[in-house]
């Protein structure tokens, strides 16, 4: 049997999948400051009756990450940087780098050996336990960045971080970027998995515990340590693979997954979820995290509201749960019970919220009417955002130049807790048909409990110089001229499924995503060839899974 476990802000839920069935499925609330309850709580329910020992895989998502990034509560990172002659790095990263002497060239000639300034140095990473490093033109020659992480360890750095083997394409920026949010929630994402690891231990389960990444796939958790930035839309990706699994919309479509801290969308045409063109962005910056194209806002159930001279303004801070189940604050769970829209709760107590926030001769409806719209105008302001970025990205292909690639939405989707009550909404403001399927509400979870496992790497070939490097590995290796793309591939695979038996990964489907590859020119002579190439193990779904609706 699979089990999936989805530790959200403000549930954990958790589903026990067999032969597309779903046997069992539990939502608890999600004990903020001691996770490891609520994910007991969760395992209690759904193996209740069975051996652990039935259990034959465990996949876990979380928005603890996502949440931490949306709400600003990561910790501060030392980003050293080689950046090269000529490239201004203002407002490219989101902090202050500290600028190494240093770099590559675009065939990976160190053209300068790395330094430093000490006394710089030692100012700007006072107070900081974890760092990132990245220079341009690493990917194609790691020794720079690899001396300045040696520097980094010995100045007392808890955790460094290194962009080449965090991503091997080209793309100094996004490589940056996925290196300082790496060390951003290392701490927080090491400490998350260490309660969720100790959870399933403790209820006598053996199997394998992995985490879904952001492009649907899965590692085990021990791997995911090495990259916790490619975990931060997990569980943005679990909703996703939720849908694709229950019901996969025909038409073009936007999925909403209203959660207690955020709402998470997604695009999808022809069935399947559409990819971010060249990479995920996090707090507005690019990065090199291959992810659905998607956007988590923070705005859902247990939202703060504020009353603003312009009308009411929800989110981006968390602070549920409702004063209709205990909390101390208005919500927009409050709201929604307060208009039936949501059948939970003590209506009285949601009514008594709305009357908090009260100082006009509006009636509690009225307020939370109020509250509700400016919740969906925040959520379609996001999608308007959304499609237009997908709109203007470049054509690539005859069939885009033919076919266009404009996005035109025909349907919303909802699951998790608050759809029920606010996609509807929604739908009549866009005037869009809308469907919550059977089993949204543990959407995420089935989502984690069916994902596929997945390892992604680059290899660059020089022939000129003799030498493949596969910049994830650290690998660098000399080889003979006469070098083809069915080497390339060859050598890709086999390190590929090589990583796979090491954490104990079923390797299948192995394909190639990108290949390039040109002739090098010395002196009006061909001399050789540069080969770029890309392949992994095929993320997505095992199976679909037939829903049902069960009240909590």
Known sequence: MLLGVDVGGTFTDAVLVNSGMIIKQAKVKTTQEEVLQGILQALDIVLAGSEPSVVSRVVVSSTIVTNALTEGKTEPVFLAVMAGPGMSTKERFPTE???????????????????????????????????????????????????????????????????????????????????????????????????????????????????????????????????????????????VLGIEALDAPAVNAISLDVGGTTTDIAFWSGGFPLLANKGAKIAGYPTAVRAFHMRSIGLGGDSHIRKTAQGFEIGPDRVGPAMAIGGKEPTLSDALIALGCVSFGDVKKAREAMSFLAETDDTVEEIAEKIVLASVTKIEG?????????????????????????????????????????????????????????????????GAAVSRPTLTATLRVDTTDGYYIIPEAGIREKIQRDFSRSTAEEILSAWLIEQADKWQMKAKNVEVMAYEEFPTIHNYYTTGKIIYLKMQLKPGILHTVTGREVVF
């Open 382 to 446: 996001t999608i308007a955002e959304m499609i237009r970025e997908w709109n203007l990205q470049p054509v690539y292909t005859v069939n885009d130049v033919i076919e266009g690639t404009e996005f035109v939405p025909e349907k919303l989707i909802g699951v998790g807790g608050g759809a029920p009550g606010l996609i509807p909404v929604l739908g009549m403001k866009m005037g869009l048909p809308v469907e919550i399927p059977a089993g949204a509400m543990v959407a995420n979870a089935i």
């Open 97 to 239: 780098p500290y600028l190494a002497d240093g770099y590559v060239d675009h065939r990976g000639k160190i053209i300068k050996s790395v330094s430093v300034n000490e006394k710089v140095f030692a100012a700007m990473s006072v107070g900081k336990k974890v760092a990132a490093v990245s220079g341009k033109f690493a990917v194609r020659n790691q020794k720079n960045e690899q001396e300045l992480r040696i520097k980094l360890k010995e100045a007392g750095f808890e955790r460094i971080f290194v962009g080449s083997e965090i991503s091997g394409e080209l793309n100094f920026v996004r490589r940056t970027n996925s290196a300082y949010f790496s060390a951003a929630v290392y701490n927080k994402f090491k400490e998350f998995i260490g309660q969720v690891e100790d959870g399933i231990r403790r209820r006598g389960i053996t199997a394998q515990v992995q985490i879904l990444k952001a492009d649907g796939g899965t590692i085990p958790l021990a791997a995911a340590l090495e990259q916790p930035v490619e975990t931060v839309f997990t569980g943005p990706a679990a909703s």
